[in-house]
């Protein structure tokens, strides 16, 4: 599965839990992410360039979980737990610690949504492993919290691009330095 994957390096095989991390990682797309960096402002405040390292720890953190829910329960019983849950958490995390309160409609939509999202998970009327939905649950509160950070860096960046950019380059960093050796197919 991991050579057809495109993983095929002994230290992804060593870790498994970091197996769905390689797959999906954004080294597979470094050096095109290289050649815009000359085209972006450079990261020249030290505040952004920790914000930026911040998130990539963060989602770091969600490859791990996504793997783990991954490996504990169905995709079609995993993914729009979590992606039906985050959308919650980022609102209510929005509320607590940006003070930006959604208008009623805007917070019943996003109820609806979610609501929707999250019932596509128990479409299948048999038992969920705990742990499936203890990581799905972590994974979601992870795409709140790394949905928060980008938001507040890109707005303290003052240019959107250039930090999703090289945040994309860091990101790429971090993954090679898990494994210099680029997977083969």
Avoid: K
Avoid at 33 to 38: K, Q
Avoid at 44 to 60: E, G, K, M, P, S
Avoid at 152 to 161: E, Q
């Amino acid at each position: 599965m991991r050579a057809g994957m495109g993983c095929s390096s002994r230290r992804a095989a060593a870790t498994p839990l970091l197996d769905t991390a390689h797959r999906s990682s954004p080294d597979r797309h470094f050096l095109r992410r290289c050649w815009s960096l000359p085209f972006v402002p450079l990261p020249l405040t030290r505040r952004v360039a920790v914000r930026r390292w911040r998130r990539c720890v963060i989602h770091f953190g969600y490859y791990l979980t996504l793997a783990q829910a991954y490996r504990t329960g169905d995709l079609s019983f995993a993914y729009p737990l979590m992606r039906g849950t985050a959308p919650l958490l980022v609102t209510l995390l929005g509320i607590v610690f940006l003070r930006e309160l959604p208008t009623a409609q805007v917070s019943l939509g996003i109820l609806l949504i979610s609501a929707g999202i999250v019932g596509i998970a128990f479409a299948q009327r048999h038992h969920h492993p705990r742990a499936a939905v203890y990581w799905a649950l972590a994974n979601a509160a992870i795409i709140a919290v790394y949905t928060l950070v980008d938001g507040a860096g890109a707005r303290a960046s003052g240019n959107a691009l250039a930090y999703v950019v090289w945040l994309s380059f860091l990101e790429g960093v971090v993954f090679l330095c898990l494994d210099p050796r680029p997977a083969r197919r």
